[in-house]
């Protein structure tokens, strides 16, 4: 029975809670930068318009896409796509050269639960009053801190749900809707559940997600070289650990520079002891860096015992930042991103689709001329209108009908009927037809589009 015992202990042993430490440094400095401009750029972006639009918004029931005054259609769903392979090949350039630098400093989840750590930490205090907290039994303080805690983090999940859901609706739209209780099922939906996703991950979860749910702490070993910078223990240098005073003898003592303190787990986000080597768990956040400088500075002792280094640093080995892979990434991200802008800043802001009439082939008219009747569908992808001059290219005896006038609004849809004449002795059975729109303001603006003219066989 006991060893069964045992066993059920092992496998459903639960995870003690991690309470981390606050730390001052040029690391915490970076992370504290970094979730400001992160999340300022969440949070701010939605309420930023260019040229007359939400700055970035994801408008999917009229198919556009707004991004930072351009103008995305579903026909630009090729630059969406290397987009996500440019976001795809930087994670992995990054994770060449720096390790798990995305994680520890950018990573939504790490930047998350820096915000619901600072709250926590502000109505709590610090790790040893938080659990101290935990620990004492239940009474009017703990039942006020513990309810001010849940009402911070419910308000920030609940504005980080409703901005979330402003990149799909129109923010002011929303927010509007939000106050008169107008919102949509759909709306209220993702509201609630990014919402609860936020709290459930930032707030409760924190560190689990990061050790047990994130695929990308198992497959970043698959990136990872002698040369990829990580954040290391000089074993060396550290062993054997042990508590000293500072005017001790380590020769004497037989002491490394670790003083034992601990300090280095009590600042890690996931509560892992760095001095047991390189672990999945380890999001390269830096904490312990920065704690352990501090204790080396007061021991008078070098800076670096856990440092930012690479395998073959700590070997004694020259280490190499350019290494075959890394240009591999970097020139094909550098052509990937190159490509993308070209291709963006180049593209016509015009869309052009030729239907055939289903209805009749091809009509004979008593002047011997024969008629082809098509639909011409027209999308103007710039942000100001224009009237649009429809003509045919390379034969005269072809005389173009359009009805009503081509003129579109800004980022308008429209169908046009186009009348087609030509006389009979131009050609038999089959003829190839370039038809050529451009814009009367702005001729560079310009498509050219191909059908088929029938005409009779014999």
């Given at each position: 029975?006991?060893?069964?015992?045992?066993?059920?202990?092992?496998?459903?042993?639960?995870?003690?809670?991690v309470?981390?430490?606050?730390?001052?440094?040029?690391?915490a400095?970076?992370?504290?930068?970094?979730?400001?401009?992160?999340?300022?750029?969440?949070?701010?972006?939605?309420?930023?318009?260019?040229?007359?639009?939400?700055?970035?918004?994801?408008?999917?029931?009229?198919?556009?896409?707004?991004i930072?005054?351009?103008?995305?259609?579903?026909?630009?769903f090729?630059?969406?796509?290397l987009?996500?392979?440019?976001?795809?090949?930087?994670?992995?350039?990054?994770?060449?050269?720096?390790?798990?630098l995305?994680?520890?400093?950018?990573?939504?989840?790490?930047?998350?639960?820096?915000?619901?750590?600072?709250m926590?930490?502000?109505v709590?205090?610090?790790?040893?009053k938080?659990?101290?907290?935990?620990?004492?039994?239940?009474?009017?303080?703990k039942?006020?801190?513990?309810?001010?805690?849940?009402?911070?983090?419910?308000?920030?999940?609940?504005?980080?749900?409703?901005?979330?859901?402003?990149?799909?609706?129109?923010?002011?739209?929303?927010?509007?809707?939000?106050?008169?209780?107008?919102?949509g099922?759909?709306?209220?939906?993702?509201?609630?559940?990014?919402?609860?996703?936020?709290?459930?991950?930032?707030?409760?979860?924190?560190?689990?997600?990061?050790?047990?749910?994130?695929?990308?702490?198992?497959?970043?070993?698959?990136?990872?070289?002698?040369?990829?910078?990580?954040?290391?223990?000089?074993?060396?240098?550290?062993?054997?650990?042990g508590?000293?005073?500072?005017?001790?003898?380590?020769?004497?003592?037989?002491?490394?520079?670790?003083?034992n303190c601990?300090?280095?787990?009590?600042?890690?986000?996931?509560?892992?002891d760095?001095?047991?080597?390189?672990?999945?768990?380890?999001?390269?956040?830096?904490?312990?860096?920065?704690?352990?400088?501090?204790?080396?500075?007061k021991?008078?002792?070098?800076?670096?015992?856990?440092?930012?280094?690479?395998?073959?640093?700590?070997?004694?080995?020259?280490?190499?930042?350019?290494?075959?892979?890394?240009?591999?990434?970097?020139?094909?991200?550098?052509?990937?991103?190159?490509?993308?802008?070209?291709?963006?800043?180049?593209?016509?802001?015009?869309?052009?689709?030729?239907?055939?009439?289903?209805?009749a082939?091809?009509?004979?008219?008593?002047?011997?001329?024969?008629?082809?009747?098509?639909t011409?569908?027209?999308?103007?992808?710039?942000?100001?209108a224009?009237r649009?001059?429809?003509?045919?290219?390379?034969?005269?005896?072809f005389?173009l009908?359009?009805?009503?006038?081509?003129?579109?609004?800004?980022?308008?849809?429209?169908?046009?009927?186009l009348?087609?004449?030509?006389?009979e002795?131009?050609?038999?059975?089959?003829?190839?037809?370039?038809?050529?729109?451009s814009?009367?303001?702005?001729?560079?603006?310009?498509?050219?589009v191909?059908?088929?003219?029938?005409?009779?066989?014999?």
């Amino acid at each position: 029975m006991s060893q069964k015992q045992d066993t059920a202990d092992t496998l459903y042993r639960k995870e003690p809670k991690v309470y981390p430490r606050d730390v001052k440094g040029k690391f915490a400095r970076l992370r504290k930068l970094a979730v400001v401009v992160l999340l300022g750029l969440y949070y701010i972006l939605p309420w930023v318009n260019f040229n007359g639009h939400q700055s970035v918004l994801f408008d999917l029931p009229a198919r556009k896409f707004y991004i930072f005054g351009l103008t995305f259609w579903p026909q630009d769903f090729i630059f969406l796509t290397l987009m996500l392979i440019i976001a795809g090949l930087s994670l992995f350039f990054v994770t060449a050269v720096a390790g798990r630098l995305w994680c520890g400093y950018a990573c939504p989840q790490t930047v998350w639960t820096e915000v619901f750590l600072w709250m926590e930490r502000w109505v709590e205090g610090d790790r040893a009053k938080r659990i101290k907290l935990d620990a004492s039994p239940w009474n009017a303080n703990k039942i006020f801190r513990k309810t001010a805690k849940q009402v911070l983090w419910i308000t920030f999940a609940l504005w980080t749900g409703f901005t979330f859901v402003g990149f799909f609706t129109p923010i002011r739209e929303l927010g509007h809707s939000v106050v008169t209780l107008q919102m949509g099922p759909w709306e209220t939906f993702w509201l609630l559940f990014y919402s609860f996703a936020t709290y459930g991950n930032a707030g409760l979860l924190r560190e689990q997600v990061c050790k047990y749910m994130c695929p990308y702490a198992r497959f970043q070993s698959a990136m990872f070289d002698k040369d990829t910078l990580v954040i290391a223990y000089d074993e060396k240098r550290g062993e054997p650990r042990g508590g000293r005073r500072k005017s001790d003898n380590l020769a004497e003592k037989k002491l490394g520079d670790c003083i034992n303190c601990t300090l280095c787990v009590q600042v890690c986000p996931t509560g892992i002891d760095i001095r047991e080597g390189l672990q999945i768990e380890c999001i390269a956040c830096a904490a312990c860096i920065d704690i352990c400088d501090q204790v080396m500075d007061k021991m008078d002792y070098d800076r670096g015992l856990i440092s930012y280094t690479t395998e073959h640093k700590m070997g004694g080995a020259e280490s190499h930042v350019f290494r075959p892979r890394i240009w591999v990434y970097l020139i094909l991200l550098l052509a990937l991103i190159a490509g993308v802008l070209w291709s963006v800043n180049n593209r016509v802001l015009l869309r052009a689709e030729l239907l055939r009439d289903r209805n009749a082939l091809y009509r004979e008219l008593s002047d011997n001329r024969v008629e082809n009747v098509y639909t011409l569908k027209l999308i103007n992808m710039d942000f100001k209108a224009h009237r649009y001059n429809v003509e045919v290219l390379g034969n005269e005896d072809f005389v173009l009908f359009v009805s009503p006038e081509p003129v579109l609004e800004s980022e308008e849809v429209g169908n046009f009927i186009l009348r087609i004449q030509a006389p009979e002795s131009v050609g038999r059975g089959s003829l190839k037809v370039d038809v050529r729109l451009s814009t009367m303001d702005e001729p560079v603006i310009e498509r050219v589009v191909s059908t088929r003219f029938l005409l009779p066989f014999d």
